[in-house]
């Protein structure tokens, strides 16, 4: 076991990853290393963003997870595109366009009001 697990683990895999292949748990994975003398790896953090993530959802992500992506890649809106406010002690938004909201490029930037006139005029649109 000990030797599957050392080539398993020198493939790149972590030792969780090598647990769940030879059915044990990490600490068993980890106490065969220590008790051979194997020296492990440092551990490092991997690339856990978007869909490097295990729980990476895509479009079936729910309306608060897209929300986070939109503001990771957008950032915080500063100005409004309607009106052209940009004073400093309102409040921006990211307003959607046409309902896909996994759609990264179809949001625009919108002053509170102007969002709410916005979102009023869809909802007599689509009545």
Same mark, same amino acid.
């Given at each position: ?12 895999? /972590?030792? *969780?990853?090598?647990?769940? #292949?030879?059915? /044990? /748990?990490?600490?068993?994975? @980890? !106490?065969?290393?220590? &008790? ?5 790896? +440092?551990?490092?953090? !991997? ?6 993530? *295990? $729980? @990476?959802?895509?479009? !079936?992500?729910?309306? #608060?997870? =897209? ?6 890649? !957008? ?6 595109? +309607?009106?052209?406010? $940009?004073?400093? &002690?309102?409040?921006?938004? @990211?307003?959607? =366009?046409?309902?896909?909201? $996994?759609? =990264? &490029? ?17 909802? &007599?649109? /689509? #009545?």
């Amino acid at each position: 076991m000990i030797k599957k697990a050392i080539q398993l683990y020198e493939k790149g895999m /972590t030792q *969780s990853e090598v647990a769940a #292949k030879l059915e /044990t /748990t990490q600490k068993v994975i @980890w !106490r065969l290393f220590k &008790n051979a003398g194997y020296k492990c790896r +440092v551990a490092k953090k !991997r690339n856990q963003f978007g869909e490097n993530n *295990s $729980s @990476w959802k895509g479009d !079936r992500a729910g309306y #608060k997870a =897209l929300h986070y992506r939109l503001y990771k890649a !957008r950032g915080r809106p500063q100005k409004c595109e +309607v009106c052209g406010c $940009s004073k400093r &002690n309102r409040r921006y938004q @990211w307003a959607n =366009l046409t309902g896909k909201l $996994s759609d =990264l &490029n179809d949001y625009k930037r919108m002053c509170e009001s102007c969002h709410a006139k916005y979102d009023k005029k869809i909802k &007599n649109i /689509t #009545k």
